[in-house]
């Protein structure tokens, strides 16, 4: 072996490579006293610690929790400059939809983001991607979206593909052009979707530059009409589709995911049941996004709700410059529990296996079984509940990430 941790008092995980739904979402397996025993960046041995082959490396969890590396399947990765000017905005009331129509919000970053070069935007992002790591993320998705131009969308999409052959983090990339109405298109909508559509997917495709292709739905953006012509254009062009679905208002998101069998929906905060019915019946999952409805001081997603109704739940950090600037994923799961009312096993299914589903990982990532990849946090927590109890501070331990140990 090349590496074995020992002395673990709980391993939690969940087992096997199908999203959970259900009463299955909190179907987390936890035994004490284990072992776990890497080798060529995969888990080879998990079992008694008196049983544990001799390793090159030991590492001894000193009595600490573990669990797979966390999945961060929604985050905004690379942008250009930030949005603190719009703290002030929000405090005195304005809504996400007031600073977008005014020229802030996406349109704000899309200056920044068009403005900044190469170089800064992957520099700006390594750093992000070394912070999540120290968090416990060792995997994540990442938008473009920060464009709306070709020029700058194929940026963003190359800074994620480099980022993902140069970074210890494991990168899948999407292509969010349709993330809001450019101003050189403000006059012309129908036209921005017709260049998405003929010029921009297109391009993307061609060059391989994003495996999902995303849109906000939503009032003042992107209307159920045009969401269903572009997802569909994408779909033809090979790619998988997910969709920003209800998160404001409810338009007919949720059920567009459903009736295009998306890979899944994000946000929905406003679904509706009919919505609802639409996703658990075509097995869309549920990207919940709990810190953005902190952030925005918004009412949070039904979760309960549609874990009753069958839809498997993931939860993600959607780190981005505007509606929720965090790129630890711990706090979208102290918030999933808080606010959701999730059980700590249904919230670890959320950002381990469901979240590698969500992003279709599921066969390397996601548990601590054998043959799957070494991604393991041990957490300075004695057990899962401890992981959900504390908030505020960074419970990781130690970070494995393929193998090696990087924090």
């Known amino acids: 072996m090349d590496l074995v941790i020992k002395n673990i008092s709980v391993l939690a995980t969940a087992k096997g490579k199908s999203v959970q739904r259900g009463i299955e979402q909190g179907n987390i397996e936890t035994r004490e006293n284990m072992a776990i025993g890497i080798l060529d960046k995969k888990i080879a041995y998990i079992g008694k610690e008196q049983e544990a082959p001799i390793g090159a490396k030991e590492i001894d969890a000193g009595g600490r929790l573990v669990t797979p590396g966390l999945v961060d399947a929604h985050t905004h990765l690379v942008f250009g400059g930030y949005r603190q000017n ?68 194929i940026k963003q999409l190359q800074v994620v593909k480099a980022l993902n052959e140069s970074h210890k983090m494991d990168i899948v990339s999407t292509f969010m052009g349709a993330h809001a109405i450019p101003n ?16 921009m997917i297109p391009h993307v495709a061609k060059e391989k530059l994003a495996k999902y292709c995303d849109i906000f739905c939503e009032t003042a953006v992107f209307d159920v009409s045009q969401s269903r012509r572009i997802l569909t254009a994408a779909k033809e062009q090979g790619f998988k589709v997910k969709i920003h679905a209800d998160e404001i208002d409810p338009i007919g998101g949720a059920s567009l995911a459903g009736e295009l069998q998306c890979i899944s929906a994000e946000h929905l905060i406003a ?8 996703l658990a019946k075509n097995g869309v999952i549920a990207v919940l996004l709990p810190a953005t409805s902190h952030y925005l001081n918004k009412d949070y997603a039904r979760a309960k709700e549609m874990i009753k109704r069958g839809i498997p739940i993931a939860v993600a950090s959607d780190f981005n410059p505007g509606s929720s600037p965090n790129f630890n994923l711990q706090v979208a799961m102290s918030l999933s529990c808080l606010k959701y009312k999730l059980t700590p096993k249904e919230a670890l299914m959320a950002v381990t296996l469901n979240g590698a589903c969500a992003i279709e990982m599921q066969e390397t ?14 957490w300075d927590c004695p057990d899962l509940n401890f992981l959900f109890y504390r908030f505020g501070n960074n419970q990781v331990h130690t970070v494995i990430k393929n193998g090696r140990i990087v924090l």
């Open 271 to 278: 679904a509706p049941d009919e919505g609802l019915d639409e």
């Open 86 to 153: 719009e703290l002030e905005r929000k405090l005195r009331g304005d809504s996400y939809l007031d600073i977008l129509r005014s020229g802030g919000g996406i349109l704000s970053t899309v200056n920044s983001t068009r403005a900044a070069g190469f170089e800064e935007l992957q520099t700006k992002a390594e750093s992000f991607l070394d912070k999540m790591l120290a968090h416990g993320t060792t995997t994540v998705e990442a938008k473009s979206g920060y464009g709306l131009d070709m020029e700058t969308e």
């Open 365 to 378: 990532k996601g548990t601590i079984e054998i043959g799957k990849d070494a991604d393991i946090v041990i």
């Open 184 to 199: 050189e298109y403000k006059d012309n909508p129908e036209g921005f979707v017709d260049f998405i559509i003929n010029e």
